[in-house]
């Protein structure tokens, strides 16, 4: 998505950003867009306190002055504005090709609303040509990845399961301290089911399927904004 579309997107989830609101603020690209539209208006005096879905939008915060608390200190948000690498025309998501699905999800779940910035070209008709991130725990890797190939078998997903790495060729490490497996099955019919089933194998943290999480997603076009939901 263009550096334009993201900040079409951003500029127009601020629209739904209410004074007093207590924000879960996303991660990626896009979310990005939308904190540097945000945080003018904050300086400008709209007040809102922010729980950031990562360290890195937590710095990107700090950095642009953005207010910030703890979920912990605020475990009830009122809203949360964040990215998705997929969505579907139900509002299925996929998310967590930045590695933050765990908090993502955390946020979402503990927020009265979920808006979703994206661009046109990540609505897809069924999930899944986007890899499905899934966060795993680091004991029991392998079993867990063959649990996983066994599950995906049983429900007819066929693909491969990688390991993510940073571009440096290191085990890529969540902000828990969790790996990331990629799973590429190209199609996912029934994404609530598969988020339910992947969640009962041991080893797996969390899923990147967000279902019935989302409220309205904010689509950036060449043509114009439009509002799903
Ligand atoms: C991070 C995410 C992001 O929201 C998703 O990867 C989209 O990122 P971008 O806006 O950079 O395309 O889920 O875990």
Same mark, same amino acid.
């Given at each position: 998505m263009s550096e334009d579309l993201k900040r079409e997107a951003g500029k127009a989830a601020l629209s739904f950003v209410k004074p007093g609101m207590r924000l879960g603020i996303g991660t990626g690209s896009t979310a990005e867009a939308f904190i540097r539209e945000l945080a003018p208006k904050v300086k400008a005096g709209l007040e809102i306190i922010g729980v950031p879905t990562s360290e890195r939008t937590r710095a990107l915060c700090e950095e642009l002055s953005v207010p910030l608390t703890t979920l912990e200190e605020t =475990?009830?948000? %009122?809203l949360t504005i964040d990215g998705a690498d997929e969505l579907d025309g139900r509002l299925n998501l996929i998310k967590g090709g930045g590695g933050a699905l765990l908090r993502e999800k955390i946020v979402a779940q503990a927020s009265k609303s979920m808006i979703v910035i994206a661009d046109?070209?990540?609505?897809?008709?069924?999930? *899944?040509?986007y890899p499905l991130p899934i966060e795993v725990n680091r004991f029991g890797l392998t079993a867990t990845r063959n649990a996983i190939d066994a599950l995906a078998s049983s429900l007819n997903l066929s693909g491969e399961i990688t390991l993510r790495e940073t571009d440096a060729g290191k085990l890529f490490e969540t902000d828990g301290g969790h790996l990331i497996v990629d799973a590429s099955? *190209?199609?996912? =019919?029934q994404p609530q089911a598969l988020a339910v089933a992947l969640n009962t194998?041991? *080893?797996?943290?969390?899923?990147g399927l967000f279902c019935a999480?989302? %409220?309205?997603a904010i689509i950036a076009a060449a043509s114009g904004v439009q509002i799903m939901e």
């Open positions: =475990p009830q948000l %009122d046109q070209s990540k609505v897809v008709e069924v999930l *899944g040509a099955f *190209g199609r996912i =019919p194998i041991a *080893g797996v943290v969390e899923n999480l989302a %409220d309205k």
